[in-house]
Protein backbone atom coordinates (compact mmCIF):
# COMPACT_ATOMS: atom_id res chain seq x y z
CA UNK A 1 0.00 0.00 0.00
CA UNK A 2 1.37 3.10 -1.08
CA UNK A 3 1.80 6.04 1.02
CA UNK A 4 0.98 9.82 0.31
CA UNK A 5 2.73 10.68 -2.63
CA UNK A 6 4.69 14.26 -3.32
CA UNK A 7 6.22 15.35 -6.78
CA UNK A 8 8.16 17.17 -7.19
CA UNK A 9 10.23 16.68 -4.43
CA UNK A 10 12.70 19.77 -4.98
CA UNK A 11 11.53 22.41 -6.90
CA UNK A 12 13.50 25.99 -7.92
CA UNK A 13 11.68 28.90 -9.02
CA UNK A 14 12.25 32.90 -10.07
CA UNK A 15 10.48 35.22 -8.49
CA UNK A 16 7.80 35.85 -10.37
CA UNK A 17 6.86 32.17 -11.57
CA UNK A 18 4.26 29.95 -10.71
CA UNK A 19 4.99 26.89 -8.66
CA UNK A 20 2.77 23.98 -8.48
CA UNK A 21 2.94 21.12 -5.95
CA UNK A 22 1.34 18.27 -6.47
CA UNK A 23 0.18 15.28 -3.45
CA UNK A 24 -1.54 12.02 -3.96
CA UNK A 25 -3.17 10.96 -0.16
CA UNK A 26 -3.04 7.29 0.60
CA UNK A 27 -5.51 5.02 -1.63
CA UNK A 28 -8.74 5.39 0.11
CA UNK A 29 -8.13 8.58 1.84
CA UNK A 30 -10.09 11.12 1.12
CA UNK A 31 -9.16 14.00 3.39
CA UNK A 32 -5.80 16.05 2.40
CA UNK A 33 -4.09 18.77 4.46
CA UNK A 34 -1.37 20.92 3.47
CA UNK A 35 1.59 22.53 5.91
CA UNK A 36 4.81 24.15 5.47
CA UNK A 37 7.55 24.08 7.36
CA UNK A 38 10.43 26.69 7.39
CA UNK A 39 14.05 25.24 8.05
CA UNK A 40 14.04 24.39 11.90
CA UNK A 41 10.48 24.95 12.77
CA UNK A 42 7.50 23.18 12.65
CA UNK A 43 4.79 22.21 10.67
CA UNK A 44 2.35 25.03 10.17
CA UNK A 45 -1.22 24.08 8.84
CA UNK A 46 -2.34 25.58 5.36
CA UNK A 47 -5.25 24.00 4.00
CA UNK A 48 -7.32 21.28 4.48
CA UNK A 49 -9.27 20.10 1.29
CA UNK A 50 -11.76 16.95 0.70
CA UNK A 51 -12.83 15.78 -2.64
CA UNK A 52 -13.55 18.68 -4.67
CA UNK A 53 -14.26 20.52 -1.04
CA UNK A 54 -12.13 23.19 0.66
CA UNK A 55 -12.89 22.73 4.36
CA UNK A 56 -10.44 24.85 5.91
CA UNK A 57 -8.13 27.56 4.17
CA UNK A 58 -7.38 29.59 7.53
CA UNK A 59 -3.18 29.12 7.00
CA UNK A 60 -3.00 29.91 3.37
CA UNK A 61 -2.42 33.31 2.48
CA UNK A 62 -4.92 34.98 1.37
CA UNK A 63 -2.95 36.10 -2.09
CA UNK A 64 -1.36 34.31 -4.66
CA UNK A 65 -1.94 31.19 -2.65
CA UNK A 66 -4.58 28.38 -3.74
CA UNK A 67 -5.73 24.31 -3.35
CA UNK A 68 -7.87 22.19 -5.26
CA UNK A 69 -8.35 18.27 -4.79
CA UNK A 70 -10.86 17.32 -7.70
CA UNK A 71 -12.22 14.64 -8.32
CA UNK A 72 -10.15 12.59 -9.88
CA UNK A 73 -6.35 13.48 -10.05
CA UNK A 74 -4.05 14.79 -7.11
CA UNK A 75 -4.13 17.66 -4.70
CA UNK A 76 -2.67 20.89 -6.12
CA UNK A 77 -1.06 23.80 -3.86
CA UNK A 78 -0.47 26.53 -6.36
CA UNK A 79 1.39 29.31 -5.63
CA UNK A 80 1.51 32.26 -8.06
CA UNK A 81 4.24 35.15 -8.74
CA UNK A 82 6.05 33.06 -6.17
CA UNK A 83 9.02 35.71 -4.04
CA UNK A 84 11.48 34.31 -1.90
CA UNK A 85 9.54 34.39 1.22
CA UNK A 86 7.70 31.31 -0.38
CA UNK A 87 10.56 29.06 0.34
CA UNK A 88 9.92 26.36 2.59
CA UNK A 89 9.38 22.36 2.71
CA UNK A 90 5.50 21.83 1.69
CA UNK A 91 3.88 18.72 3.03
CA UNK A 92 0.97 16.66 2.43
CA UNK A 93 -1.07 14.38 5.22
CA UNK A 94 -3.76 12.67 3.88
CA UNK A 95 -6.24 10.48 6.99
CA UNK A 96 -9.19 8.32 6.37
CA UNK A 97 -11.43 9.97 8.42
CA UNK A 98 -11.12 13.87 9.63
CA UNK A 99 -13.25 13.12 12.95
CA UNK A 100 -12.70 11.38 16.17
CA UNK A 101 -11.82 7.19 16.46
CA UNK A 102 -9.82 5.13 14.04
CA UNK A 103 -8.69 6.61 10.76
CA UNK A 104 -8.05 10.35 11.80
CA UNK A 105 -4.16 9.59 11.70
CA UNK A 106 -2.97 12.13 9.29
CA UNK A 107 0.03 10.21 7.42
CA UNK A 108 2.75 12.11 5.44
CA UNK A 109 4.26 12.17 2.32
CA UNK A 110 7.83 13.53 1.70
CA UNK A 111 7.64 17.18 0.70
CA UNK A 112 8.49 19.08 -2.07
CA UNK A 113 11.02 21.60 -1.05
CA UNK A 114 10.40 25.00 -2.98
CA UNK A 115 13.55 27.13 -3.64
CA UNK A 116 12.66 31.01 -4.98
CA UNK A 117 15.73 32.26 -6.28
CA UNK B 1 -3.73 31.28 18.54
CA UNK B 2 -2.64 29.15 20.97
CA UNK B 3 0.27 26.74 20.29
CA UNK B 4 2.21 23.77 21.12
CA UNK B 5 5.41 24.06 22.76
CA UNK B 6 8.51 21.96 23.76
CA UNK B 7 10.64 22.46 26.73
CA UNK B 8 14.27 21.24 25.67
CA UNK B 9 15.32 21.86 21.41
CA UNK B 10 18.32 19.59 22.04
CA UNK B 11 18.80 15.77 23.52
CA UNK B 12 21.62 13.84 23.30
CA UNK B 13 21.41 10.37 25.03
CA UNK B 14 23.81 7.18 24.28
CA UNK B 15 22.93 3.89 22.68
CA UNK B 16 20.74 1.70 25.20
CA UNK B 17 19.46 5.15 27.54
CA UNK B 18 16.08 5.61 27.75
CA UNK B 19 14.93 9.16 26.08
CA UNK B 20 12.23 11.29 27.22
CA UNK B 21 10.85 14.30 25.26
CA UNK B 22 8.76 16.46 26.74
CA UNK B 23 5.63 18.78 25.42
CA UNK B 24 3.62 21.65 26.84
CA UNK B 25 0.34 22.96 25.25
CA UNK B 26 -1.79 25.57 26.09
CA UNK B 27 -5.26 24.20 24.64
CA UNK B 28 -7.26 23.08 26.63
CA UNK B 29 -9.74 21.54 24.20
CA UNK B 30 -7.63 19.88 22.33
CA UNK B 31 -8.67 16.05 22.15
CA UNK B 32 -5.83 14.20 20.27
CA UNK B 33 -2.12 14.13 20.62
CA UNK B 34 0.32 12.66 17.91
CA UNK B 35 4.31 12.49 17.79
CA UNK B 36 5.90 12.66 14.84
CA UNK B 37 9.60 11.59 14.17
CA UNK B 38 11.09 13.79 10.65
CA UNK B 39 14.39 12.27 10.07
CA UNK B 40 16.77 15.09 7.53
CA UNK B 41 14.98 15.59 4.36
CA UNK B 42 12.22 14.02 4.72
CA UNK B 43 8.28 13.55 5.95
CA UNK B 44 6.84 13.49 10.09
CA UNK B 45 6.72 10.19 10.57
CA UNK B 46 3.68 8.70 12.94
CA UNK B 47 5.27 7.21 15.86
CA UNK B 48 2.22 7.26 18.35
CA UNK B 49 -1.13 8.96 19.73
CA UNK B 50 -3.55 9.47 22.63
CA UNK B 51 -6.45 10.89 23.13
CA UNK B 52 -7.84 12.79 25.82
CA UNK B 53 -9.76 10.37 27.59
CA UNK B 54 -6.10 8.98 27.99
CA UNK B 55 -3.48 9.31 30.26
CA UNK B 56 -0.80 6.37 29.02
CA UNK B 57 -0.39 4.38 25.40
CA UNK B 58 2.47 1.86 24.98
CA UNK B 59 3.77 1.05 21.42
CA UNK B 60 6.99 -0.49 20.46
CA UNK B 61 9.45 0.87 22.47
CA UNK B 62 7.80 3.96 22.80
CA UNK B 63 5.28 5.38 25.45
CA UNK B 64 3.49 8.50 25.36
CA UNK B 65 2.07 10.54 28.75
CA UNK B 66 -0.83 13.11 29.01
CA UNK B 67 -0.98 14.67 31.98
CA UNK B 68 -4.11 17.10 30.81
CA UNK B 69 -4.14 19.02 34.70
CA UNK B 70 -0.87 20.81 33.68
CA UNK B 71 -1.17 20.33 30.16
CA UNK B 72 2.04 18.09 29.45
CA UNK B 73 2.55 15.48 26.91
CA UNK B 74 5.91 13.21 27.01
CA UNK B 75 7.24 10.74 24.59
CA UNK B 76 9.66 7.93 26.30
CA UNK B 77 11.58 5.75 23.91
CA UNK B 78 13.31 2.68 25.82
CA UNK B 79 16.59 1.39 25.13
CA UNK B 80 17.38 5.32 22.43
CA UNK B 81 19.33 3.42 18.99
CA UNK B 82 21.48 5.60 16.74
CA UNK B 83 18.35 5.14 13.86
CA UNK B 84 16.30 6.99 16.84
CA UNK B 85 18.28 9.93 15.76
CA UNK B 86 15.86 12.68 14.57
CA UNK B 87 13.70 15.43 15.20
CA UNK B 88 10.49 14.57 17.22
CA UNK B 89 7.62 16.91 17.30
CA UNK B 90 4.37 16.82 19.30
CA UNK B 91 0.97 18.00 17.50
CA UNK B 92 -2.80 18.61 18.87
CA UNK B 93 -5.60 18.65 17.40
CA UNK B 94 -8.34 21.43 18.45
CA UNK B 95 -10.76 21.38 15.64
CA UNK B 96 -13.51 18.57 14.90
CA UNK B 97 -11.74 17.83 12.13
CA UNK B 98 -7.90 17.00 11.78
CA UNK B 99 -6.27 20.62 11.66
CA UNK B 100 -2.65 19.50 13.59
CA UNK B 101 -0.89 22.29 15.28
CA UNK B 102 3.07 21.21 15.66
CA UNK B 103 5.44 22.51 18.42
CA UNK B 104 8.73 23.56 17.11
CA UNK B 105 10.46 19.82 17.11
CA UNK B 106 12.91 18.38 19.63
CA UNK B 107 16.30 17.21 18.30
CA UNK B 108 17.52 13.37 19.03
CA UNK B 109 21.10 12.62 18.71
CA UNK B 110 21.75 9.42 19.79
CA UNK B 111 25.43 8.54 20.40
CA UNK B 112 26.97 4.59 20.10
Known amino acids: NAGVMQNPRHLVRRRGQEARLRCSPM?????VYWYRQLPEEGLKFMVY????????ESGMPKERFSAEFPKEGPSILRIQQVVRGDSAAYFC???????????????FGPGTRLLVL | GESVGLHLPTLSVQEGDNSIINCAYS??????FIWYKQESGKGPQFIID?????DKRQGQRVTVLLNKTVKHLSLQIAATQPGDSAVYFC???????????FGQGTILTVHP
Open chain 1, 93 to 107: ASSLLAGEGLGETQY
Open chain 1, 27 to 31: KGHSH
Open chain 1, 49 to 56: LQKENIID
Open chain 2, 27 to 32: NSASDY
Open chain 2, 50 to 54: IRSNM
Open chain 2, 91 to 101: AEKETSYGKLT
